[in-house]
């Protein structure tokens, strides 16, 4: 199993990125998948699931009508389209196999929001 | 959505035992069969450790046990190891499939 996430940078207050998780070694489309972030030094947050089929997506508050998940099973992959980003929203981003178990995590990606 | 409740450190000589505590409420902690324990060494991904409260995932040793009462879950590290030395955070399923996690507690091994 492999998860790699891609797509994080630099970005300026309310600006938009759109992070890619792509999976291997196993069978993408029967499992949830989940994005928590993590911001400096500080502890992990679950920000957003999506069922297997994608037919269901559930979000922390603070993400609500600004981040949107998403996936392609056929590519075997994870996105996270983030819009109008906060500087609260600076953290490293990874994606994990699972709901309720998070098994597989990936490396991260760094999201700064800075000006 | 508030946080789990976790000490912020706890600490134990190598071949001791350590508990980490993981405080939430009805509506996460005490009413899910969902409770997990993650292991994060710095600039590493998060490692699962626990699942489904007191579940091991393959290749995790069994110094580690994870058990609930109620409202609060705990994790127990069984003959420290200095490579045991984290932070370790706990996380529950909530309400409307969401998860929620604790605010994470630093393992130092004396």
């Known amino acids: 199993v492999q998860l790699v996430e891609s797509g994080g940078g630099l970005v300026q207050p309310g600006g938009s990125l759109r992070l890619s998780c792509a999976a291997s070694?196993?069978?993408?489309?029967?499992?949830?998948m989940t994005w928590v972030r993590q911001a400096p030094g500080k502890g992990l947050e679950w920000v957003a699931t999506?069922?297997?089929?994608?037919?269901?997506?559930h979000y922390v508050d603070s993400v609500k009508g600004r981040f949107t998940v998403s996936r392609d099973n056929p590519k075997n992959s994870l996105y996270l389209q983030v819009n109008s980003l906060r500087a609260d929203d600076t953290a490293v981003y990874y994606c994990?196999?699972?709901?309720?178990?998070?098994?597989?995590w990936g490396q991260g990606t760094l999201v700064t929001v800075s000006s | 959505q508030s946080a789990l409740t976790q000490p912020p450190s706890a600490s134990g000589s190598p071949g001791q035992s350590v508990t980490i505590s993981c405080t939430g409420t009805?509506?996460?902690?005490?009413?899910?069969?969902?409770v997990s324990w993650y292991q994060q060494h710095p600039g590493k991904a998060p490692k699962l450790m626990i699942y489904?409260?007191?579940k091991r995932p393959s290749g995790v040793p069994d110094r580690f046990s994870g058990s609930k009462s109620g409202n609060t879950a705990s994790l127990t590290v069984s003959g420290l190891q200095a490579e045991d030395e984290a932070d370790y955070y706990c996380?529950?399923?909530?309400?409307?499939?969401?998860?929620?996690f604790g605010g994470g507690t630093k393992l130092t091994v004396l």
């Open positions: 994990a196999r699972g709901q309720k178990n998070l098994d597989y």
């Open positions: 070694g196993f069978t993408f489309n029967a499992y949830w």
């Open positions: 999506i069922w297997e089929d994608g037919s269901e997506k």
């Open positions: 009805s509506s996460d902690v005490g009413g899910s069969n969902y």
């Open positions: 489904e409260v007191s």
């Open positions: 996380t529950s399923n909530a309400s409307s499939n969401n998860l929620v």
